[in-house]
């Protein structure tokens, strides 16, 4: 799952290196392995990438050179490919006219895509990422669009075309092309999310400033309004002299919209809208009928009090401990200062970070009947230990919910739930899960009622999601018994990362003593000043 944002700014003089910071800050929670900035000006590319998070990556140095009107930022969590900071985003081609690239998801046809760019354009694929595929077949046929002296427009979207009839599996993302326009574009069944925003320049009378990002939050706290979300299968093309032009690049009867609603459960911040929703009030309805199933379940439960883990989960506690007639107590208390646990690579780190991350207060939990909220529960590792820590706090009974149902099945559009055999309700029922996490009972969200609560506070009641992770079933026609799901278990579960992990020259290097190569693996468009910094 990673972040992404861009920006193009009706003056020419203007930079947007410090918006691209303030606005990657606001989207760190979509990934914290890595991040990025690219800018343009006046022709003229920088580029700033590197493992870490925002506050880390960019110093001041760094920023000074990262000028211009014009630019892309990205935060990742790799889903696909690997931790080299080489994979980090935005990716750049310097032909035609120097392009680059910024996404969020993950192909799942991302393997034959490298071959097809090899082997049949005679394009160099440098990475495991997959986000490398989407900048070269998009690259490529922007140039051949270009030799049949089609409108630079028209090119544009020939080009997206091609990106989305060759490409499958979840994605969203932005092209930068370098002196002539910004691209925002959405997978044809819509299952990333994308938002546009606007607002008047400051500096140039009547003119229109534009950004694409993943929330809207980021386009509320950099002071543009919100325009709408980008359609499935459709592309926005955003020229320099401000002129926007948008079209549907595949027929009707490929498009259909099926956001991913893992989005409202976990992903997005509460005060984001997506799709017309509002991820708050989504989980508002989640804590109702997370309740309103207790009541069925356990009429007469003995809980005492509730309390949410968090973050994500407070609001769904909220209204749950409402519903319940319970007190809502705050039990735990979390240093901000630790990853969270479900997008940190490794079993063993994620374990050992729980305690790092949360404390109680142990007088919220001696002698009582507890009701702990989750957002979900992926592998466990996180419940076991926090079920054990209510326990040592002096709770008598501790009781588990999960606003999100149970998850049986691996995620394959840029969420990291690689494997059926790393998810703790994989081929458990309720009792059996409840006895493996140490809790009295566990109570999950049905499916259904987690579709009607992102449905109702969308004051809507047909729309569909891509609910994979719980259902078994993919939009995009993968079947669970594919060879794909085979190899995207040698490739992702967490001991093959951590091999993968311990084979880069970074990982030697940190052994040996020799400082690594290449910036760090990391390398930039203009002169990387880390070295001078130091000195």
Avoid at 248 to 271: G, N, Q, W
Avoid at 375 to 382: A, K, L, Y
Avoid at 393 to 405: C, E, I, L, R
Avoid at 424 to 449: M, S, T
Wanted: glycine share 8%.
């Amino acid at each position: 799952m990673c972040g992404i944002l861009g920006l193009l700014l009706a003056d020419e003089n203007a930079h947007v290196n410090q918006m691209l910071f303030d606005g990657l800050t606001v989207l760190q929670h979509r990934g914290q392995d890595a991040a990025g900035i690219v800018t343009s000006e006046h022709g003229r590319l920088h580029l700033r990438k590197d493992n870490g998070l925002v506050k880390d990556v960019f110093q001041t140095h760094h920023m000074i050179d990262l000028r211009g009107n014009f630019g892309l930022g990205h935060v990742r969590y790799p889903t696909a490919g690997s931790s080299s900071c080489a994979e980090a985003q935005p990716l750049y081609t310097n032909y035609p006219h120097g392009v680059c690239v910024a996404h969020n998801g993950n192909l799942t046809n991302a393997a034959e895509l490298a071959d097809y760019c090899r082997n049949k354009l005679g394009r160099h694929i440098n990475t495991d990422s997959d986000s490398e595929v989407l900048l070269n077949i998009f690259a490529d046929s922007l140039i051949k669009g270009e030799s049949n002296g089609n409108d630079m427009v028209e090119n544009i979207f020939s080009a997206v075309e091609k990106v989305m009839s060759l490409c499958k599996g979840g994605y969203a993302g932005m092209y930068l092309i370098n002196g002539i326009a910004l691209v925002g574009f959405r997978d044809p069944h819509g299952i990333r999310p994308i938002v546009m925003g606007t607002r008047k320049s400051s500096t140039v009378d009547g003119k229109i400033d534009y950004t694409f990002a993943s929330e809207s939050v980021a386009i509320d706290t950099l002071g543009f309004n919100l325009v709408r979300d980008v359609d499935p299968a459709e592309a926005i093309v955003i020229t320099m002299d401000g002129q926007v032009h948008t079209r549907r690049c595949l027929p009707e009867d490929k498009i259909s919209l099926t956001p991913c609603i893992f989005e409202h459960v976990y992903f997005a911040r509460p005060d984001s809208i997506m799709d017309g929703v509002s991820v708050y009030e989504s989980r508002l309805k989640m804590g109702e009928k997370l309740a309103y199933q207790i009541i069925e379940k356990y009429p007469d439960h003995d809980i005492d009090v509730v309390i949410p883990i968090p973050d994500t989960s407070r609001t769904s506690a909220v209204q749950a401990a409402y519903i319940l007639g319970r007190p809502y107590r705050e039990g735990f208390i979390k240093n901000r200062y630790i990853a969270r646990t479900f997008i940190m690579p490794g079993q063993e780190t994620r374990r050992k970070s729980v305690r790092l991350k949360l404390n109680t207060i142990k007088s919220e939990f001696a002698g009582r009947n507890v009701l702990l909220v989750d957002d979900s529960v992926v592998r466990g590792t996180t419940a076991t230990e926090i079920i054990q820590m209510a326990r040592d706090a002096g709770a008598k009974k501790v009781y588990m919910t999960s606003a999100a149902p149970p998850i049986r099945y691996p995620n394959i559009y840029g969420i990291d739930i690689p494997t059926r055999h790393e998810l703790v309700a994989y081929e458990r029922n309720d009792d059996e899960i409840a006895e493996k996490l140490g809790c009295d009972w566990i109570v999950y969200q049905r499916l259904n009622d987690l579709e009607d609560s992102v449905n109702e506070a969308g004051e809507r009641s047909d729309q569909s999601y891509e609910t994979s992770c719980f259902s078994g079933t993919y939009v995009t026609g993968e079947s669970i018994n594919d060879e794909y799901f085979a190899k995207l278990h040698d490739l992702r579960n967490d001991d093959a990362k951590l091999k993968k992990l311990e084979s880069t020259g970074a990982a030697q290097a940190a052994k040996t003593g020799m400082p690594p190569g290449s910036h760090d693996g990391c390398e930039n468009l203009q002169n990387d000043r880390r070295g001078a910094a130091r000195a």
